[in-house]
């Protein structure tokens, strides 16, 4: 009897374990298999179509602008390794986090992020730092205008 109740547990936890994995966006899975390609802005305009549009691609071969939305984070580009030009990040007001760009790993153009009023300079500065680390950015970053002091 002790034998079957854990095997039902262990089939229990197998499951439940691999529901979180599939449900969860950090979770870079098998659905990550897209390249991209062309110059992508996410704006005001139909932003959560623009980020669903994104959420497959593993590589941008292009520019990614993300400009002038209401998002409070970047969640929903998790998939996202390779920016074959620049990245862009302005102007967004309401913007406390740059989660979502975690597996970034290489930006072959500049890496831009400025006016985002409610970005904490430190993210941005981190971001910066964890591309170069990875892989490495192929023109100047620019990062200014974002909260400073935290």
């Known amino acids: 009897m002790i034998r079957a109740t854990s095997k039902r547990l ?3 936890v197998v499951f439940i374990g691999l529901g979180l994995f599939g449900s969860n966006p950090a979770f870079a899975g098998p659905g990550c298999n897209l390249v991209c390609e062309g110059n992508y802005t996410i704006d005001d305009i139909d932003t959560a179509d623009d980020l669903d549009a994104l959420s497959r691609c593993k590589s941008i071969i292009g520019n990614l602008s993300i400009s002038s939305t209401l ?3 970047l969640e929903g580009l998790e998939c996202l390794t390779h920016i074959g030009g620049y990245l862009r990040i302005s102007d967004n007001d309401s913007l406390t986090s740059l989660a ?3 597996n970034l790993k290489t930006v072959a153009a500049n890496l831009v992020i400025v006016r985002n009023h409610e970005l904490c300079t430190s993210f941005a500065e ?3 730092d964890r591309v170069i680390d990875a892989g490495g950015i192929g023109a100047p ?3 200014s205008g974002n909260k400073p002091g935290c």
């Open 10 to 12: 262990f089939a229990i």
């Open 100 to 102: 979502g760009l975690e």
């Open 141 to 143: 970053v620019y990062i």
């Open 71 to 73: 998002l409070t984070s």
């Open 126 to 128: 981190a971001l910066r």
